[in-house]
Nanobody, 115 residues
Framework: QVQLVESGGGLVQAGGSLRLSCTAS????????MGWYRQTPGNQRDWVAT???????DYADTVKGRFTISRDDAKNTVYLQMNSLKPEDTAVYYC?????????WGQGTQVTVSS
């Protein structure tokens, strides 16, 4: 059984920063890609960023230059450093990890950016 636990969400003013974390636990043999997605009420879950096992990263255009994804394989953890936050970044953020060739999701963490 594999579980992902997220932390780091909260309320922040526009222009501020937050750092999200997502740690996997359980029977883990290999973790490939790790990523972050976000979702607002009534909308689909949108991709935010991905980091591959070789360290290569990709970002959605809406967050490029403001968000940074990183990973610590020794801790089975993926991070999302979010800077210069905007009200439109308000959403529930979900982490995703490809573990043992299956996709697993975190429980979601709320990020609210006030104007």
């Amino acid at each position: 059984q594999v579980q992902l636990v997220e932390s780091g969400g909260g309320l922040v003013q526009a222009g501020g920063s937050l750092r999200l974390s997502c740690t996997a636990s359980g029977s883990i043999f290999r973790i490939n890609a790790m990523g972050w997605y976000r979702q607002t009420p009534g909308n689909q879950r949108d991709w935010v960023a991905t980091i591959r096992s070789d360290g290569r990263t990709d970002y959605a255009d809406t967050v490029k230059g403001r968000f940074t994804i990183s990973r610590d394989d020794a801790k089975n953890t993926v991070y999302l450093q979010m800077n210069s936050l905007k009200p439109e970044d308000t959403a529930v953020y979900y982490c995703n990890q490809e573990i043992n060739w299956y996709d697993y999701w975190g429980q979601g963490t709320q990020v609210t950016v006030s104007s």
